[in-house]
């Protein structure tokens, strides 16, 4: 069996991506293919999987924890932005995320103040960093 790190998982989608300890494209994971409960809290874990094909290329199967946890954690943000093909796990500059944010408020909440919608970038992007959705740069 392969080994890897957890390095992304959406709990709401089912679905994230293991970094091979060898190297090479990272491997998609499906939770119907893990064998204990994946939260998005499990990025950062070292797993076990088997290789296979999948409709989409190589997934990793029949996934177990190297090394189970005490207690939950996350890891820090990923900085890796070549998953071009799959926009659902797309991630975001600071100042991306800062426009979409600032552009989707105005047009739903335009009776925000400019205080306001400054508060709420700092929270939302705060909230991106910590879940690895939102990189510096």
């Given at each position: 069996?392969?080994?890897?790190?957890?390095?992304?998982y959406?709990?709401?989608?089912?679905?994230?991506?293991?970094?091979?300890?060898?190297?090479?494209?990272?491997?998609?994971?499906?939770?119907?293919?893990?064998?204990?409960?994946?939260?998005?809290?499990?990025?950062?874990?070292?797993?076990?999987?088997?290789?296979?094909?999948?409709?989409k290329?190589?997934?990793?199967?029949?996934?177990?924890l190297?090394?189970?946890?005490?207690?939950?954690?996350?890891?820090a943000?990923?900085?890796?932005?070549?998953?071009e093909?799959?926009?659902d796990?797309?991630?975001?500059?600071?100042?991306?995320?800062?426009?979409?944010?600032?552009?989707?408020?105005?047009?739903?909440?335009p009776s925000?103040t400019?205080?306001q919608?400054?508060?709420?970038?700092?929270?939302?992007?705060?909230?991106?960093?910590?879940?690895?959705?939102?990189?510096?740069?």
């Open positions: 069996m392969a080994s890897g790190k957890i390095i992304r959406n709990e709401t989608k089912g679905y994230g991506f293991i970094a091979p300890d060898d190297g090479g494209e990272d491997l998609f994971i499906h939770v119907n293919d893990v064998g204990f409960p994946l939260t998005d809290r499990c990025v950062g874990q070292r797993v076990s999987y088997e290789v296979m094909e999948g409709q290329g190589l997934k990793a199967a029949r996934i177990q190297l090394d189970p946890p005490a207690a939950p954690r996350r890891a943000p990923t900085t890796r932005l070549d998953d093909d799959d926009e796990c797309e991630v975001l500059s600071a100042e991306e995320y800062s426009s979409e944010i600032t552009e989707a408020l105005m047009e739903t909440a925000l400019g205080a919608i400054m508060k709420i970038r700092e929270r939302l992007i705060a909230a991106g960093y910590a879940r690895g959705w939102v990189v510096k740069g």
